[in-house]
């Protein structure tokens, strides 16, 4: 089979205002499965990538004609020929990976996030391990803002034909992300679980928590997302800025998951821990605390971190997703509306929704030349990711451990792969500043 014509939306430069382009994939090999896309949601991270704001956790754009997207869904067309996971006519989804060496402990144990050797990205990620091949002469794999999309069966989930596809691409992403956490804490009935923000994330881990019996305290700035939050599924509401919540709160949480994108002020959701139970803050958002929390990540720090996870833990939240009928908040927009919809991500998303484009309609070859997303989005200044930032972060994490707290962490243990490829972005993100 040739290598496949394509259409996408991309961006050329940190401004994120899109274009429609033709570009190609590579031809469907022995164990690929090719997706005709109808929908992919549009991730934060997809900004803060194409914005080179998180160079050292996910590298940066090769502009021009860079192709976002990690929340992909579509129909299965095509097959190869030693493929036996997936079937022509199957909904099928990809989520942020799309390759890892699968030959390292944390990939035959399920978790190719972990992967000691790094796993490719669905978007910008290199070829490292032969099972990502870029075509077109690309030094980068292109997302799911397209027509067409070709990934190995290992990667790609099955969607279950009862559930609405348009809503699967936000559980591949936000769901995972979410839901690893909590499979890894066993949570359960008689957990009680604490979410800091409610945008899109953080409405998705009311929806998966209350699924699994978990009891919901949702935590917010001020009293603005009280009826959200409970309309969502949440017991109790805490808005930080009210001292009187924040006492009766005090050391009653098992778990927070943190879901704010940026950086801010983590150590105010600590005293909400339950000390006795071992309580922990996981963080989920891309900030300079959540790289700290993966330097500190072996030492038994009760702020930790958590990013995707694997493809096992990813096919059950969506089978789970199907299950107890959960659907995420999201709404489905033209390839039109992607400037905007940047634009809403980048301040925050107070609405709480994910953006899913309808690639089925709206991006097609009669609609392609009369494509247009109006003026570029004016988006934040958000400065990127520092080593010194992530030091600072680590620094103040001990603090609240052993001064504040009076606990003795465990000596790190040997950095592994990934951290010491990490950490190298640092020093190069650091070195270019």
Not at 131 to 148: E, F, K, L, S, V
Not at 161 to 176: N, R
Not at 190 to 195: A, D, F
Request: one cysteine or more; glycine letters at 10%.
């Amino acid at each position: 089979m040739a290598e496949i014509d394509c259409l996408g939306m991309a961006a050329s430069s940190c401004e994120c205002d899109f274009k429609p382009v033709r570009f190609k994939r590579r031809a469907v090999g022995d164990e690929d499965v090719l997706i005709e896309m109808k929908y992919c949601g549009v991730c934060h991270s997809d900004c803060a990538w194409l914005k080179k704001e998180v160079p050292m956790a996910m590298g940066t754009p090769a502009f021009p004609d860079a192709i976002p997207g990690h929340e992909l869904a579509g129909i299965c067309t095509a097959v190869g020929k030693k493929v036996t996971k997936i079937k022509v006519g199957d909904q099928v989804g990809v989520g942020c990976m799309v390759d890892s060496c699968l030959t390292c402990d944390a990939c035959k144990q399920g978790s190719e996030n972990w992967c000691n050797n790094s796993f490719c990205q669905t978007y910008g990620g290199t070829n490292a391990h032969g099972r990502a091949g870029i075509a077109g002469g690309r030094p980068q794999t292109q997302g799911g803002y397209c027509n067409q999309f070709v990934v190995h069966e290992h990667f790609a989930i099955k969607i279950p034909s009862t559930y609405p596809l348009e809503a699967a691409g936000p559980i591949m992403c936000a769901g995972i992300t979410v839901y690893d956490p909590m499979k890894h804490a066993n949570v359960g009935p008689g957990t009680q679980l604490g979410v800091v923000g409610l945008g899109g994330l953080g409405v998705t881990v009311i929806k998966i928590a209350r699924a699994l019996g978990a009891t919901v305290t949702a935590i917010s700035r001020s009293e603005a997302k009280r009826q959200l939050a409970m309309d969502q599924g949440a017991s109790t509401y805490i808005a930080t800025s009210n001292v009187k919540h924040m006492k009766q709160g005090s050391d009653s949480l098992d778990l927070i998951l943190n879901t704010i994108p940026n950086d801010h002020d983590w150590t105010i959701y600590q005293p909400l821990l339950s000390d006795a139970r071992g309580g922990k803050q996981v963080l989920l958002g891309l900030h300079h605390a959540q790289i700290a929390a993966y330097v500190l990540k072996s030492t038994g720090c009760s702020v930790t971190m958590s990013g995707i996870g694997g493809i096992a833990a990813t096919q059950e939240i969506i089978d789970l997703a199907d299950k107890h009928k959960i659907i995420p908040h999201t709404k489905v927009v033209s390839v039109t509306e992607l400037n905007r919809i940047f634009e809403a991500c980048d301040a925050g998303n107070d609405a709480g929704i994910r953006y899913v484009l309808d690639i089925a309609n709206t991006l097609t070859e009669d609609k392609f030349d009369s494509i247009s997303c109006g003026d570029p989005p004016k988006l934040q200044n958000h400065p990127a990711l520092s080593l010194l930032g992530v030091i600072g972060e680590v620094c103040k994490m001990l603090f609240s451990e052993v001064i504040c707290k009076k606990r003795a962490l465990r000596r790190p243990a040997k950095l592994p792969r990934s951290l010491q490829v990490l950490l190298g972005r640092l020093t190069i993100a650091k070195k270019a500043d």
